[in-house]
């Protein structure tokens, strides 16, 4: 059970990095002083990857919790 727990782990780790890295685009495009048509057309872009991110880590936490209790 290490296993699914490690694993679960980093993919949660790897959640949080795309979780970042959404904020930190977005922090960019802000500070860029862009128009509020560019600045929503930037956020529509990284959405997607921000709900993909939210969902590995989620998966990688469901991951551990199931390590654990099998373990």
């Given at each position: 059970?290490?296993?699914?727990?490690?694993?679960?782990?980093?993919?949660?780790?790897?959640?949080l990095c795309g979780l970042v890295?959404?904020?930190?685009?977005?922090?960019?495009?802000?500070?860029?002083?862009?128009?509020?048509e560019a600045l929503r057309d930037e956020v529509k872009k990284v959405m997607p990857i921000n709900l993909g991110s939210l969902f590995v880590s989620v998966l990688g936490l469901m991951l551990v919790i199931v390590g654990i209790f099998l373990g």
């Open positions: 059970m290490d296993i699914l727990i490690w694993s679960g782990a980093a993919l949660s780790f790897g959640g890295y959404c904020i930190l685009r977005v922090n960019k495009a802000r500070k860029a002083g862009l128009s509020d």
